[in-house]
């Protein structure tokens, strides 16, 4: 070989090896670069749910993309770890993460079986935990893509090994593994198949988790009962084979069937769908605050729920609207409400995604009249337009907690129209204790008297709704019967300007823009009822109005707190305001419009109906000393309305109301307690015949009729003159009465 040559196979040996040098580095660099760092490896962050608590502790739902929620190992029965241990890694307490001689074996049956899929067995633990965790796996994969993939893993697996002890690594990896049914982590799991804590797993039960870890499809024991039932029965063979379990235990167990907590397991159903999104909106700006991930930082939200309550708000409202549906379809006609008909169809066919999608005229006509003439169509544009909606919602008025909410008649789907938060509509008599609350502030009181009889006041004429009309009539008698010509006598006059009206609203808590016109005194603004139950609550606390509050504190997922909240609370009107308005609103619910509330519910009460025009809307929003909530039904359609009286609050909205406080009071045991008048407040007697003349004034002990009532100390009219001087009957907290000068 010349020398010339020589060098040129030199020079060409150098080339390949330089070649294969480059090679192999842009694969290590290819391999190493898609290695968690250093930072994901010493703190690895799994995707967490973020769960959001009950005020009595109960996990209400989740927020996540991966329904994950984490456990700590020593919680979890030894059973499961020995049930993991036996089946998926028998020497993990041995090796260095990775488990060569179980490699090469599968390997070796690999190629007998001329299978070149990933060896059956060949990982161990802590490399299905680095796949896991740092997502090292892809879709489709080429041979080579699987060396790569494989390599990552064993390094990975390596670093795991050297950060953490096996303790941290089994607990690592059972808060990330995919058990199915959109459960990722052992402790969800456990909620979505059996209904329970992790730590409550019987040994089947913690066999078959571990089953559903070599492949959630085909294990699933909805959908392949059989296959699951062997595979568990395979977990528990390898407990016997590895000295976990006698095979006497073995024989007894692999006959118990597969019993799950309900026939269709799925992730965690809410019973306060609409409370949950209530929460999420809430919690969207904090989040942006504070830097955190509602769907992956596991956070902690504790909330002020009560899920007893929940659930009976759920089947108050449920119970009722499923009867009054029925009563509604009755009665509706769509004959009648053709035109109505003919544009609900018209906007229905035109949100149609196939008449959206249509390229051209042509094909829109097509769609437009095909779907036009679908009755199957047509009935459900009926059927959804004539739903009766409900907004329930249950508040304590001593600290504002939300403590029941039903935003709809859907009760499993939160991410539609709240009616509770997301409405605004008119209430109606409903809104008339506010007009009341004026004109006891502005030192009137119950036993007043104004004529019940029509006026006009600038083309304002607002009608009775009996259209019956009589002569000079009390306050409270006003309220009882939800009196329309006393109310609005009181708005056009010094008792209760409108202005002072909306003043007054808006300290107790009504937030809506509110109009000053008379007609205020009718409810023809419109309000939302968590806005106007709020406002209720402040005469429940005597006078005071605490703001709304659904979240008490959010902790990330170390349990350490991110923020904390409090009720705001301002005294809106006097103690003794709010006494003599709960006094008056006890006869609403005693004899007056709120009457039917006594079918249900017999401990001290206080409430208001309200009927809009036309019965669009029904309302009762009521209290007792220790509760406060509030009832909307009617229609998300303004032109669908009941047809008759039975859509007045009393008898569409009232009965929801009375069904839960009679559960409520019932069920949980809820102490009796009554309402109790203010200090300053005090009973006094009254000259009928004054009252009669439309100036009610203290009788003497010489004035042959009189009338009882109480009133604010303070504000005590003159004394009867028709009947001559004399000393009058005065009356203090404790009972205590006679005649005084």
């Known amino acids: 070989m010349t020398k010339k040559k020589s060098d040129q196979n030199i020079k060409r040996k150098r080339i390949i090896y330089s070649s294969i040098t480059l090679v192999f580095i842009a694969l290590l660099i290819y391999i190493i670069s898609g290695l968690p760092s250093l930072e994901q490896l010493e703190n690895p962050k799994p995707i967490l749910a973020s769960k959001v608590y009950s005020s009595d502790g109960e996990l209400i739902g989740q927020f996540f993309i991966e329904n994950r929620i984490e456990t700590n190992i020593d919680s979890l029965p030894k059973h499961l770890i020995e049930a993991l241990i036996a089946t998926e890694d028998k020497n993990f307490y041995d090796h260095w993460g990775v488990d060569l001689g179980r490699f090469f074996k599968a390997m070796i049956k690999n190629i007998i079986t001329f299978s070149f899929t990933e060896g059956e067995g060949a990982s161990t633990i802590t490399q299905q935990c680095a796949k ?18 494989k390599i990552r893993e064993w390094i990975s697996a390596i670093q795991i090994e050297r950060n953490f002890t096996k303790n941290e690594i089994l607990e690592l990896y059972l808060n990330v593994s995919y058990f199915g049914r959109g459960a990722y982590g052992i ?27 070599k492949s959630s499809e085909y294990y699933d024991p909805v959908k392949n009962y059989d296959n699951a039932l062997r595979r568990r029965n395979v977990v528990l063979n390898n407990m016997v084979v590895n000295g976990y379990l006698y095979e006497s235990e073995y024989q007894k167990l692999k006959q118990l069937p597969i019993q799950l907590a309900t026939d269709r397991p799925s992730a965690i159903r809410t019973d306060a769908p609409h409370f949950m999104e209530y929460i999420r909106l809430q919690l969207t700006p904090i989040m942006e605050k504070y830097g955190y991930d509602l769907y992956r930082d596991g956070l902690n939200i504790y909330t002020t729920l009560d899920m007893k309550m929940q659930r009976i708000a759920n089947r108050s409202a449920a119970k009722h609207i499923t009867e009054y549906q029925e009563l509604f379809n009755k009665n509706w006609n769509w004959d009648r409400n053709k035109s109505l008909l003919a544009d609900l169809l018209d906007k229905a066919i035109k949100n149609n995604p196939a008449y959206r999608n249509a390229t051209n005229v042509t094909e829109k006509t097509k769609i437009y009249n095909s779907l036009k003439n679908s009755q199957a169509f047509v009935d459900s544009v009926k059927k959804e337009a004539a739903k009766i909606e409900v907004g329930f919602v249950v508040m304590d008025p001593k600290n504002g907690h939300i403590k029941a909410l039903v935003g709809g008649t859907n009760q499993e789907f939160g991410r539609g129209l709240n009616h509770v938060t997301g409405i605004r509509r008119q209430p109606g008599s409903a809104f008339k204790p506010f007009v009341y609350t004026t004109a006891i502030e502005n030192g009137y009181f119950p036993a007043y008297t104004l004529l019940n009889q029509k006026f006009d006041y600038n083309g304002w004429s607002p009608d009775n709704a009996d259209n019956e009309y009589t002569g000079y009539e009390t306050l409270r008698w006003g309220l009882s019967y939800s009196v329309n010509v006393i109310a609005g006598r009181m708005t056009i006059s010094d008792i209760a300007p409108p202005s002072q009206v909306i003043s007054i609203a808006k300290r107790m808590g009504i937030k809506s823009k509110l109009d000053p016109f008379p007609a205020i005194a009718l409810g023809t603004m419109e309000v939302s009822p968590l806005e106007i139950t709020s406002a209720f609550g402040t005469f429940a606390n005597r006078g005071v109005h605490v703001e709304p509050i659904s979240i008490l504190r959010i902790e990330d997922r170390n349990g350490i707190l991110i923020q904390e909240f409090s009720p705001q609370s301002v005294q809106a009107i006097s103690p003794q305001t709010a006494s003599i308005m709960a006094d008056m609103m006890q006869d609403v619910v005693n004899y007056g419009t709120g009457a039917g509330v006594r079918r249900y519910f017999q401990y001290p009460a206080a409430g208001k109906t309200g009927t809009t025009q036309k019965f669009s809307d029904a309302w009762f929003v009521g209290y007792t000393p220790d509760l406060v909530a509030g009832v909307w039904v009617g229609f998300d359609d303004h032109r669908v309305k009941f047809t008759n009286w039975y859509g007045q609050g009393a008898k569409a909205a009232l009965p929801i109301w009375a069904m839960f406080m009679q559960a409520a009071y019932k069920e949980l045991n809820l102490p009796l307690r009554y309402f109790e008048l203010a200090d300053g407040v005090e009973t006094a ?3 009928k015949e004054t009252m009669r003349l439309g100036d009610t004034r203290l009788a003497t002990e010489n004035c042959p009729e009189t009338y009882t009532d109480i009133i604010n100390s303070n504000n005590l009219p003159a004394t009867c003159e028709i009947h001559g001087g004399g000393r009058i009957m005065r009356e203090n907290r404790s009972g205590e009465s006679g005649w005084s000068h």
């Open 685 to 687: 007697t009254f000259c």
């Open 187 to 213: 402790e969800s799991a456990a909620k979505i198949y059996f209904n329970k804590k992790a730590s409550e797993l019987t040994l089947p039960e913690s066999a078959l988790m571990i089953a559903l870890l």
């Open 132 to 149: 896991n965790l740092y997502n090292l796996k892809s879709g489709r994969e080429n041979a080579l893509d699987k060396v790569v993939r």
